[in-house]
């Protein structure tokens, strides 16, 4: 389920795109030149996502997220906090995050 009453806690005017919460455990990749591993996608809109993981992963670094056979994203990590990554995706990825919700709907 998407709880949409989680949404940004800040005016709309500061962020680009809408995000949501991801209800569910989505389980992904993320891979970070030579190093891959588990994550779990706690929010995710169409220009960026927030991931938990143990993969050390550094700012501007470029990753690529796996989502199972949804699809895979490229992106670069905006920040970091312990084992949360902020990625901001290369490209506007709409498509994606419309099947992700449709997931977690489901």
Not at 67 to 92: C, H, P, Q
Request: charged residues 25%; hydrophobic residues 40%; contains cysteine.
């Amino acid at each position: 389920w998407i709880d949409k009453t989680k949404m940004s806690q800040q005016p709309e005017i500061a962020r680009r795109h809408v995000r949501s919460e991801v209800g569910v455990d989505l389980e992904a990749r993320i891979v970070s030149g030579e190093r891959e591993g588990r994550c779990t996608v706690d929010n995710i809109s169409s220009g960026g996502a927030q991931v938990n993981t143990r993969i050390p992963a550094a700012r501007g670094d470029i990753v690529t997220l796996h989502i199972g056979s949804i699809g895979s994203v490229e992106g670069t990590v905006a920040w970091k906090n312990r084992t949360k990554l902020g990625l901001k995706f290369s490209k506007d990825v709409t498509a994606i995050t419309d099947l992700l919700f449709a997931v977690a709907i489901y």
